[in-house]
């Protein structure tokens, strides 16, 4: 019978050959079927295993239902007519100058305090002159070899370093672990490859920033990071200005593993375009993020989320090994008609396993801000410690804030704590500032920030800097 | 026969409520509550595993049939009288024989005679189960009391479930306190015999009134449970409520309490001892509709051997609702290396002007004070039954009537002795 249906569909995927054209070019039109994997495959020149990998994850795919459980609410979303291949667009397309940009968004740019040539590297500009990404990447790369350290697109990995991609791709978040991950697994278009050697602590901090080019081509990027025994790694993710993207749906897979001994540290600041005032546009963000933990490995997700129209989003950590540590430390700020839906899942399999939960979150506007976790607890996870904590700040009174704190606690000797409160600024607080001279958008800003202050201080520090300044920006006009 | 028994459970459940809610139409003056029950029970799924409220708890146990047989009772005796004044109801019927009520109460019986204005809604209740209540309602009891009336002395409302196979009761209780009055009310469930006890209890406090409500659930390991409780303060009034439950093979409490006139104050309390293979399930959810209400919930819960607690505490503040004091504890215990816990407390605010929190934990009795009792001479298992009591006893001591915290003491005492594994 499913060779039939096998039969049948192959039959039909030959009546549509309307791609013969489609494969010289660089747009695909819109539209999902097994020939799009085929082609995404193809003209990555992937081998047979990967195309393999994708065709199994798109069926997978297939079978599965859009999840309906999230707090948001969106029109329903025809994976048909989305554009599946988009090669880089050429440099010629973007503006000549600064002078050719939206000033809103130079404006942004300034009080973001971000240098003249990473503004326009930022806009879009083509800077090849001023500042050329790509010799930077390579001056970066060569150093980073000498200490063994492999920090590559997941393209290039691919035919570099076959058996570590083909290893780990996968093992954390399976084909078919959820409808977005399974979308991803089958049509990712590129990420980053990391990995760090045994007993090796990675000699800087590892940013996506510097191949922005790269990672912008992609609504569905997949990122790799593997620390072998005892070594350690921060990687930053993000970008930290607003991007004008006109990509409607962004569904990333992120893939840490922390081999016995080893540390990850990883730092999102997201900042896509969250819309309009009224709501439209903007990104839908659905990612799937998660970690293993081996025996005494360590892995700390630290995000600042303030853009997207959506976020969809639960960093997680399955601590496999004994004496495995996770940490997620967590800014959600959502305004205007911004919906967010995150948290994250703390696996406790191992003995002596820990995991710390912060979570803030901060809705203005006719925003809604959910935190969604779930801490398990395994029978075989002796002594295991969990502690979460959530703090809702609400501006505003049509706005929303919520809290889904799934707990499953299956051993005895595990001590589970959870705690949230939610409130809007104290009037205190306000009128202390107020009656010191400061005006009240800079009060409010002043106290959001010492709200967040916890989770800022994990941030590597220009990060913190920035994540500062952004919550600062983002607060404007979402007051009083 | 045979094709349905293929069928998933679920459906199973549905066509056996289906059969009983048709069976139980006939014309008289609450007929229309049983028809828009049934309405509601025919285009409704019955929840299996993927049903999100329905996540941890499995309704396997049913596939005994219990939907498809009614109690009949096995002539079990009545348990002792907590207090003066008692109601009783057998298998879901009024008993006026054993029953003795105090002058203040008018008494009316949801046997169809006549239309009760205050019949819920079935949209209120929201569970098929409760919907089948109301499809087959033909028995069960309304208290009202009138207005600046106090009835000095607690009522119980004893509601017991008898029978030797798998069967089932549907029990109905409404509670309608006129304004600027107080009561007590206990409402105790026993049971013999691996009855299913489908209930659903409504409480109605006035404005300004006190209303006081006891849930003892103290049945047999065999039975089941299956409960909606309906909670609607009236403006400034005071409700407290108080459950302690102990498990059995299957416990669901679907709790629904609407503060939708303001000024009213909640006292939501509970306590809920797994013992052997047993399942308790409490599913919480507070509604702050109105401005300028009061709620506090704290549920503790301890499980022994296997057991299974499930707890899901739920604040929802809706927009408008300025003013809000809301807060949950839920604190478990896992007392053995079968047992598991399950909790979730959820908020849901769409409002600024608000004071919410919610707490959760869940861990075990501390070595170090079970290592000083026993070297003070104290067995292991005495040792625990201390801290077990030491860890709710807040809840213990606070309740405000003699008798309930007499009957209390002893049960939990029990409740902790079964809670520790078979040797």
């Known amino acids: 019978m499913s060779s039939q249906a096998e039969l049948d569909k192959l039959i039909r995927s030959d009546y549509e050959a309307g791609f013969v054209s489609a494969i010289e070019s660089d747009t695909l039109p819109p539209g999902l079927n097994e020939d799009v994997v085929r082609f995404i495959s193809q003209k990555k020149g992937e081998p047979e295993w990967l195309l393999e990998w994708r065709l199994e994850a798109y069926r997978k795919w297939q079978a599965m239902r859009l999840p309906a459980w999230a707090h948001i609410k969106h029109p329903p979303l025809d994976f048909n007519e989305v554009s599946y291949y988009s090669a880089p667009k050429s440099m010629a397309d973007g503006p000549k100058s600064l002078d050719e940009v939206d000033p809103e968004l130079l404006r942004t740019y300034e009080k973001l305090g971000i240098p003249l040539h990473e503004q326009e590297m930022l806009a879009g500009v083509a800077v090849d002159a001023v500042f050329d990404s790509v010799s930077v990447g390579t001056t970066f790369r060569a150093k980073l070899l000498e200490a063994g350290v492999i920090f590559c697109p997941i393209s290039e990995a691919v035919h570099e370093y076959p058996e570590l991609v083909k290893k780990y791709l996968g093992s954390v978040v399976p084909q078919g672990d959820n409808f977005y991950a399974a979308l991803n697994s089958a049509v990712f278009s590129d990420g980053s490859f990391v990995y760090i050697p045994k007993g090796v602590r990675c000699p800087m901090e590892l940013s996506t920033y510097f191949r922005i080019n790269e990672a912008k081509t992609g609504q569905f990027e997949r990122t790799l990071i593997v620390a072998d025994e005892g070594s350690y790694v921060s990687y930053l993710e993000g970008c930290t200005a607003p991007v004008r993207d006109e990509n409607q749906l962004h569904a990333a897979v992120v893939e840490l593993v922390a081999l016995p001994g080893a540390q990850i540290k990883y730092s999102t600041v997201q900042n896509w375009y969250p819309g309009d005032a009224e709501g439209k546009g903007g990104i839908y963000n659905f990612v799937t993020k998660r970690g293993v933990c081996h025996d005494n490995a360590k892995i700390s997700w630290t995000q600042v989320e303030t853009g997207s129209a959506i976020t969809w989003k639960y960093p997680s950590v399955v601590l496999r090994g004994d004496n495995a540590v996770g940490e997620f430390y967590s800014v959600a700020l959502t305004r205007n008609k911004q919906q967010a839906d995150t948290g994250t899942k703390m696996i406790h399999l191992g003995k002596n396993t820990r995991s710390t939960i912060i979570s803030k979150g901060i809705s203005a506007g006719g925003s809604s801000n959910a935190y969604r976790g779930l801490v398990r607890i395994s029978?075989?996870?002796?002594?295991?410690?969990?502690?979460?904590?959530?703090?809702?700040?609400?501006?505003?009174?049509?706005?929303?804030?919520?809290?889904?704190?799934?707990?499953?606690?299956?051993?005895?000797?595990?001590?589970?704590?959870?705690?949230?409160?939610?409130?809007?600024?104290?009037?205190?607080?306000?009128?202390?500032?107020?009656?010191?001279?400061?005006?009240?958008?800079?009060?409010?800003?002043?106290?959001?920030?010492?709200?967040?202050?916890?989770?800022?201080?994990?941030?590597?520090?220009?990060?913190?800097?920035?994540?500062?300044?952004?919550?600062?920006?983002?607060?404007?006009?979402?007051?009083? | 026969m045979s094709a349905t028994a293929q069928e998933?459970?679920?459906v199973q459940l549905k066509q056996q409520a289906l059969a009983l809610a048709r069976a139980g139409l006939r014309e008289d003056a609450l007929q229309s509550v049983r028809r828009d029950a049934l309405a509601l029970l025919e285009h409704t799924e019955f929840p299996d595993k993927r049903t999100e409220q329905w996540k941890y708890t499995s309704l396997q146990a049913l596939t005994a049939g219990h939907l498809t047989r009614v109690a009949r009772g096995n002539g079990a005796s009545l348990p002792a009288p907590l207090a003066t004044h008692r109601l009783v109801l057998i298998n879901g019927h009024y008993q006026p024989a054993l029953s003795q009520l105090p002058d203040s109460i008018t008494l009316t019986r949801f046997d169809g005679s006549r239309a009760l204005a205050a019949e819920t809604a079935s949209d209120t209740l929201r569970t098929p189960f409760a919907w089948l209540n109301n499809a087959t309602l033909t028995d069960g009891l309304q208290l009202d009391i009138a207005d600046n009336t106090v009835v000095d002395a607690p009522v119980e409302v004893l509601l017991l479930a008898t029978d030797d196979a798998p069967s089932h009761c549907q029990t109905r209780l409404r509670v309608q306190l006129g304004h600027h009055s107080r009561a007590t009310v206990i409402e105790r469930y026993a049971a013999t015999g691996p009855v299913l006890t489908n209930a659903v209890t409504e409480l109605v406090a006035g404005a300004g009134s006190q209303l006081t409500h006891y849930r003892l659930q103290a049945e047999s390991p065999e039975s089941l449970h299956i409960g909606t409780l309906i909670i609607a303060p009236g403006r400034d009034s005071n409700v407290h409520s108080c459950q302690l439950m102990q498990g059995n093979v299957l416990r669901r409490n679907d709790v629904r309490a609407i503060m939708a006139e303001s000024g009213a104050s909640l006292a939501l309390n509970g306590i809920f001892v797994g013992r052997g293979n047993s399942h308790i399930d409490n599913q919480i959810t507070v509604e702050h509709r109105v401005?300028?209400?009061?709620?506090?919930?704290?549920?503790?819960?301890?499980?022994?051997?296997?057991?299974k607690l499930v707890f899901n505490g739920r604040i929802h503040i809706f927009e408008g609702a300025k003013g809000t004091n809301a807060e949950l504890s839920n604190k478990n215990l896992l007392l053995t290396p079968g047992a598991e816990v399950d909790t979730k407390p959820e908020l849901e605010i769409y409002n600024d002007d608000v004071k919410c929190s919610h707490g959760t934990t869940c861990g075990q009795l501390d070595a170090q004070s079970l290592f000083y009792l026993r070297s003070r001479g104290i067995d292991a298992a005495e040792a625990k039954r201390m801290l077990g009591f030491g860890f709710v006893n807040e809840l213990l001591g606070a309740l405000p009537d003699q008798a309930v915290a007499e009957w209390a003491r002893p049960w939990l005492e029990q409740a902790l002795t079964e809670a520790e594994p078979a040797k």
């Open chain 1, 379 to 480: 029978p075989r996870a002796e002594n295991a410690r969990n502690f979460t904590q959530c703090d809702s700040l609400l501006l505003g009174d049509q706005c929303g804030a919520h809290t889904f704190p799934y707990i499953e606690s299956r051993n005895p000797s595990a001590m589970v704590e959870h705690e949230a409160t939610t409130s809007k600024v104290s009037d205190d607080q306000l009128f202390l500032c107020r009656s010191r001279g400061i005006d009240p958008e800079k009060a409010v800003s002043m106290i959001v920030n010492g709200f967040c202050k916890e989770v800022f201080k994990e941030l590597p520090m220009e990060f913190a800097v920035e994540a500062g300044k952004l919550l600062e920006v983002s607060l404007e006009g979402a007051v009083g």
């Open chain 2, 8 to 10: 998933p459970l679920n």
């Open chain 2, 291 to 307: 401005p300028h209400c009061h709620s506090e919930q704290l549920f503790k819960g301890m499980a022994g051997d296997t057991a």
